[in-house]
């Protein structure tokens, strides 16, 4: 059984708004937006413009629940309107389409540009389904041995009936639902973004009993009715930090190097004027926020909090076009990326309270592939970090990592050879193809074949294979990391976990060795117990990864600022 919650875990509220003739904006709309293939959200927004003329409106998922979201940053012309939307970090820029009579735009959030048409009027009502309103919980054992929470939000209003799911250990929440049915016992309905479906018989006690069914196999499921003011169950994550803090937040905001771009995220300063060594945290593939979320960890607020408590300034960011950070995530490669993280530096260095010859790079996963970068080219960067950091190029790391993970996921025989040449597949034919059309052809034909063999649904291949032909794709298969790491000539800490399954340490730290053979200050180290996160596991599998409560190893952190501060010779200048 596939992951429930795929490719699409943080899916969340998303939104868009009308925006023509200011005065002709006023009222309700209403569209749908496809965040994923077989996916919808049907939007309701509101928009109202006072006597003096300020705007103010609120938006609202009918099929994820959660209540109207307020709208801020409205503008309207006589032809545009755009607005973001605080709490789901989105924002909208649309123009008035006059033949279609609707606002057509695009919705921005974590990352990704999507498409979207506002058409005057409340949405069309849904059929309202009695019987089912409030939250159900349920456990889901999958075949690869991991136990999923589940929750099922159900709830009737104006517009019919909605429904979402919560895959809870893999902070994936929000996933609507869709052909909601119940006749007589019978319950069932569909989470279309992960291609999965549910049939089950509602019972005298409370609960749903039945089959969920994804990616060709069903597995047994049961709902139960979790008591009114009973508390909704948790990730329990015990090394987030939490205010009050023992130093200063300071939400920041810098230009990338072209200037096209808004950089927002938070530099944490100890107690005192300074100057104070400083580090740039760079996160790892994906579009992540300045904390590194993932399955509900924060690793790099754990990590900003350890190295600040310890007299370090820290820089953390939002990646381009993801929370407050303006751009296109979607578009961006690996060196966009590095341009980004050399902006960082550069804003670190022009300030009064930080010491420009004592700035440094963490980077994580992707990021240990930026830091080198950086530090290549820009002198002012006076150490490295590297955490799991690759030392071999993307095909060689992809091939070694669907192997590693696919044997950790209970894989052998035939079926991990068929699953890893499946792989090297799609991987020969980025790699080959003349043109990205080309390749997105032939992507999508094995993508289909690969589903007709296994019988997993279509959209869910054909999303993988529109992964790979993405342009940051494309450059991280061809890019080697060694020339880079061959350059360096400053302090350098190379890290991994030796249960690392998606940097494998047997492959990458004689890597890291070789490259950084003539950097005498290099040091190179094997954590033992360690995953790709730092977290003590037991197979490293990505599986674990929300299984397990603690974010970063301690172990790992102490190494990490000990390094830095025997390195920099410890925090603040004398006297400051």
Known sequence: MVKIAAALAAMVLVSGAPGARAASAVGQWHGDLHPAPGATLRLALKLDQNSAGVWSGALESLDQGGGALPLADVEAT??????????????????????????????????????????????????????????????????????????????????????????????????????????????SFAVPSVGGTFEGTLGAGGKITGTWSQGGAGLPLTFAKRPAGAPEARLSRPQTPRPPYPYRVEDVAFDDAAGHDRLAGTLTLPPGKGPFPAVVLIAGSGAHDRDETIFGHRPFRVLADHLTRRGLAVLRYDKRGVGASTGDYASATTADFADDANAAVRFLAARRDIDGRRIGLIGHSEGGLIAPMVADRDRKVAFV?????????????????????????????????????????????????????????????????????????????????AELESPWFRSFLAYDPAPALQRLRIPVLALIGSVDVQVPADQNIPALRAALAQDRRATVEELPGLNHLFQPATTGAPGEYVEIETTIAPAALDTITQWILRTMGGGARAGS
Do not use: C
């Not at 735009?105 to 019987?131: C, D, E, H, Y």
């Not at 909605?162 to 052909?179: K, V």
């Open 78 to 187: 006589s032809n545009s309107l755009s607005f973001t939307v605080p709490v789901a970090h989105g924002r909208f820029e649309g123009r008035w389409d006059a033949r279609a009579n609707a606002w057509a735009g695009q919705w921005a959030q974590g990352g990704r540009n999507l498409p979207m048409t506002f058409v005057s009027g409340p949405p069309q009502a849904q059929p309202k389904i009695l019987g089912l309103d409030g939250a159900w919980e349920g456990t889901l054992d999958t075949s690869a041995g991991i136990k999923l929470r589940l929750a099922l939000h159900f709830s009737t209003g104006p517009y019919g009936t909605s429904g979402r799911l919560d895959s809870l250990d893999q902070a994936a929440y929000g996933l609507p639902l869709a052909d909601i049915t119940h006749q007589g016992a019978r319950v």
């Open 385 to 465: 970090v590297l955490m799991a950091g690759p030392a071999v190029n993307g095909a060689d790391l992809l091939e070694a990592q669907q192997k590693r993970i696919n044997e950790v996921m209970g894989l052998g025989g035939d079926r991990l050879a068929e699953a890893s040449a499946e792989e090297a597949r799609m991987i020969d034919i980025v790699r080959k193809s003349a043109s990205p059309a080309q390749a997105a052809e032939a992507l999508k034909a094995e993508a289909d074949a690969v589903a007709d063999r296994t019988g997993a649904p279509k959209e869910l291949a054909e999303a993988r294979a």
